[in-house]
Each structure stands twice: as C-alpha cells, then as structure tokens.
C-alpha cells in the first residue's frame, strides 16, 4: 500500500507541474464563469422604473381598467408612472424617448367587448426595449385576456336568461386574493442564471482535467515508459489505479475549488451547504474519471486519445447544459441527462434548495451507475486495448 500511495503522489506531483492543469482546470473555467456573468446575469438584476403613455376614451369603464392596473402594480418590483396622452402623440412620444411603452386604446372599446367584436388595442415600444418593456406588454395583455373573458360570460349569461349581475357578484365572491409574490430559494432541481454558469463550467472542464492523468497512460505506453514501470515488482493494476487516483484528487480539488470561487466572485450563487455539495462532487469526478477509461482502451496513440477526449467534453458538455439549458423532456432528453455534467448541475439544484444527501439519492445512485457501465466498458468493450 505504501508503494501505491508513492505511485499516486509522484502522479499528482507530475499533473501539478503540468501548466496544462492550472490552465483548464482553473484559469479558464474561471474567465469563462466571469464573461457568462456579464452577458447572462444582468437578465436578473432589479427592472428600471419606466413610464407608460397610456390613451383610453373617456367614460369607458372598461378602457379605464388598463391604467389603472398599470398604476396599481407594486412599486417594489416595476415603479411604472402611467401618463394620460392623445391617442396621436403615443408614437411619437416613444419615439422620443419621453416614455418607455405606450398603450392606444380605442374609442368604443367597451361597447366593442360586449357586442362580440374584437377592438384593437396598439400598443408602441422602442427599438432595443428591455424587460421593463416586456412587463408592461404582459400586463397589458393580461388585463386584456381577463377583460374579453368576463365580457363573454357576461354575453352567455345573458343568452341563458340569467342575470349578469348576479353573475358579477358571484365571481367577485369566489374570486380569492391577489397572488402575493416573495422571494424565496429555488426549488425543483433550478439554479439562480449565476448558479447554472458556474456548474455548467465546472463539470464541462471538469472532463478535460481528470483525463490528463489517465490519458497519461497512452503517452507513456507510446515513449516506453510504461513498460519500464512494469518491469517492477508491482502489479500491473496498480498502473491504472494510481493513474484514476491521482486524476481523482485533482478533479474533486479543481471543482470544489471552482464552485467556492464562483460563489465567492458572482452574485446571487448560493450551492447550499458544503457536506451534501462535498458529496455530490466526490461522485461526479469518479463519474467522470471513468470515462477517460473507457478512451484510453480504445485510443491506439496519445492523439487519438486527445482528440477523443475533446469530442467527449464537448458532447457531454452541451447535452449536460453547460453553455444553455438543455430540455429533459422525452426519451432522448432523459438519456441526455445522464452524464456527470447534468448531474452536477442536476445536483446542485437540490443542494441549492436546501436538500441535504438523502435528497440527493436518485442523483448519487445515478452517478455510481454511471461509474460502473463506464468502468466495465473499458474492461470488456470488444477491439479495446488493455490498459497495461
């Protein structure tokens, strides 16, 4: 055992002088996580206030329930200053710059809903408008949806004989509270956009830094070494071991020390606590050090090794989710799932909502699943080459 464990530790003294390590294990993950942070990450910060140019005809009760709704919205989350214009200046007030939507609805409005005809409500928006924008859309749309469904019940309620209001009555009876949104921690297996980036990151380089141990042992059954190794009183799967090992180490200090910086640098990344993380982690690297098993049995030289291992990353990368959120809906897209980058990000969701280890069971049990189809492989795909 103690020839092992010398083994293991002039491996890892090999990959740590290795630049190759520091480059893609950390440096580059790291630059990556900040960049996807400037570009993805401002979605989530807070909305800017904006200002609504809103026409509605006057003495239309009906038209009347846009602004209003407009204005009642919760300063906290959109500060929306609705402003009463002419029907012609709306365009050229946005246009200008003076507002940032504008809403034209028009005359006859009311009339028009109940009588069954569709009015066409305008709404301006500025080139380039942001999410401030897109919230005033939705609003008004909802308000619109809700204002043309009511009129139809009304309109039915009146072809039955019935009383339309009584019916009003009855549904502002039954109608419960306006939803009351908080902010609270995420749920459902979903990271913050900040949270995604840096998991995405971390499992994707996660694959290049493990194999640099193992597809090691292409290089030195090309240069001879290996043979030399062999030539010693130690068994042959020692060879392997320390190789997987040594990777191992290398993976699980590389991705705890990628998640702790991304949590430290980028806003709003919260993984949870660091046991069931720690866990979860220590999975996934095995998960991931069993495939460069699998390439090393089938490469026949140290290029065809890399190139392999580059193929990999990339697909297990892109299916895992680590550029953009990938569906996991249908066959395919569960198959998809079950690589060690998914499962990272898969993981973490949990963690980040507060699930400790017994929570993340599926996912551990999935992953070990995953480390034994790989390791098998390497040891009894047909056409492969032994490892030593």
Not at 146 to 172: F, K
Request: aromatic share 6%; hydrophobic share 50%.
């Amino acid at each position: 055992m103690g020839r092992l464990l010398v083994m293991v530790a002039g491996d890892l003294r090999q990959q740590v002088l290795d630049k190759s390590f520091f480059i893609f294990g950390l440096a580059v993950p790291l630059a990556l996580m900040w960049v996807f942070s400037l570009i993805f990450t401002p979605l989530a910060e807070e909305l800017e206030p904006i200002t609504v140019a809103v026409s509605a005809p006057d003495g239309d009760d009906l038209a009347a329930v846009v602004p209003s709704t407009l204005a009642e919205i919760d300063p906290a989350q959109l500060d929306v200053t609705v402003r009463d214009v002419d029907p012609a200046a709306a365009p050229r007030l946005v246009a200008d710059g003076e507002v940032g939507a504008a809403v034209v609805l028009p005359d006859g409005f009311a009339q028009d809903l109940q009588e069954g005809r569709r009015p066409e409500v305008v709404v301006h928006r500025p080139s380039g408008s942001g999410l401030e924008a897109d919230v005033v859309t939705s609003v008004v749309g909802g308000v619109l949806d809700q204002l043309t469904a009511s009129t139809r019940s009304a309109r039915a309620v009146d072809a039955l004989g019935g009383d339309p209001q009584q019916l009003q009555q009855e549904l502002q009876e039954t109608s419960g509270p306006a939803v009351a949104w908080t902010p609270g921690r995420t749920a459902d297996e979903q990271l913050s956009p900040g949270g995604s980036i840096v998991a995405g990151q971390a499992g994707f380089f996660l694959l290049f830094t493990v194999g640099f141990g193992v597809l090691g042992i292409v290089v030195e059954r090309e240069w001879g070494t290996l043979a030399r190794v062999l030539s010693t009183p130690i068994p042959a799967w020692w060879v392997p071991l320390s190789k997987g090992v040594s990777s191992w180490v290398l993976g699980v200090v590389a991705t705890l020390a990628l998640l702790t910086a991304g949590s430290v640098l980028l806003d709003d990344v919260d993984l949870g606590r660091p046991g069931p993380v720690a866990v979860l982690v220590l999975a996934v690297v095995a998960a991931a050090t069993s495939i460069s098993f699998v390439i090393v049995g089938l490469a026949r030289t140290a290029e065809q090794a890399g190139i392999a291992q580059t193929i990999v990353a990339i697909t297990l990368g892109m299916s895992g989710g680590a550029f953009f959120r990938v569906p996991s809906t249908g066959t395919l897209g569960q198959v998809l799932q079950l690589n060690p980058v998914a499962a990272l990000g898969r993981g973490l969701g949990i963690t980040a909502g507060g699930g400790g280890v017994a929570a993340l069971g599926p996912t551990l049990l999935t992953l070990l699943a995953f480390t034994l189809v790989m390791l098998l492989l390497a040891r009894f795909l047909p056409g492969r080459r032994e490892l030593v």
